[in-house]
């Protein structure tokens, strides 16, 4: 084959895209209830978007981004995540005139260059939300609350919300002392990597993958033990709310997530059938950003739930995929004629008709019928034309007979309507 998708980028096909049409629709339909609305957004954005937002030091703009100069010399990069261009969209849209707090939600693919490995890909989809302009504890405990009805909703059991706060801009220095404090003899130990990270973002330490930086920080100082004060009352409350709600939720003080931009709440959903990366979901709260890119002082949260490793999670795609409602099967060409009427008539009814296209024996189309999963199987030859009839035989129960063709739209739509 001379030609491959490119590396760490997949086909999405039937029957399993069936089930990402199920849980866009489920995400539609939960996201809703909560007065989230959906938001598109362009694939590419200016790189400084990215760079701004998520840190110079990030894994993602470290090493991930595809990013490449337009015919126009501009650097522009493919979206690895969606919450900086909401910012940007918000922003340059005047979002923050209307009523507060905005609700989005976004369904779309994200680009990393990451290596690619189960769970992991360098084309992935995203289903997010972002809430703008509260700063309270409510809008944190709802979206969480969202969050966990939309997988249930996906029918996933077995997942854990795993809760921290990581503290905002009068803690965080206090906190990087701390860690500057207790790496400070073990810096040498460290990736370079990490040396890095150590002058310009100690926190990013706690988020590195290399085997030696996770056993030199072993006993590292936590940030949820060096909160101030209204943090720890947000996050208190938070907490509270969700036990009200009655969402179930692990703390770990140990989470530090791997972009810049999050302040106070922070949380992952993670699923022990996921392996290593198994986080199938995260989020957080990111108060700064909309003013770093230039806009008012807005408070905001967000989440977003990785497609591919949902979908893993969910089981066997061919369950769930639909099946048509008639297969027509025909013998001769009056009857193939006549079968591209009956089956224009049927679809107006809003069934799903398939024909032969006059391919095979009949014995061969009924097979084909029944390799789809047909329910009902119309059956017509001259003879049948000849007397104003049809055959019909229900493929899914015990059933034949024949009826007048004059009466085709309503017979099969009422009996598919008792099934
Ligand atoms: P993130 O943790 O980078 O957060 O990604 C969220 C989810 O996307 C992950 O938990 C994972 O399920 C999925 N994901 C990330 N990278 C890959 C990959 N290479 N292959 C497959 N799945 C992947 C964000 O993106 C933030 N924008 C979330 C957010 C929204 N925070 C506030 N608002």
Redesign the pocket.
Known sequence: MKYRAVKGMQDILPPDVHVWQALEAAACRVFSLYGYQEIRFPVLEHTEVFTRSIGETSDIVEKEMYTFEDKGGRSVTMRP???APIVRAYIQNGMHNLPSPQKVYYMGP?F?Y?RPQK????Q?H?I?A?AFGSPGPEIDAELIAMLHAFLEEAGLGGLQVELNSIGCPECRPGYRQALLDFFADKREGLCPDCQRRYEQNPLRILDCKVPRCIELRQGAPVVSEHLCEGCREHFSSVKSLLELMQIPYKLNPEMV???DYYRRTTF?ITSEHLGSQN??????R?DGLVKEFGGAEVPA??????M??LVALTGDASARAPVPDVFIATLGDRAGREAMKMAHELRQEGLWVELAYGQGSLKSQLRRAGKLGARHAAIIGDDELDRGVFNWKDLEREGSGEADLSSVRGFFAERLRQD
């Open positions: 995540e969606g919450t994200m990393r990451e769970g992991r890909l360098r992935f995203q997010g972002e997530r791997g972009l992952e986080a199938v979901a995260a989020g957080g990111y949260i967000g989440f977003a739930v990785g591919e490793r």
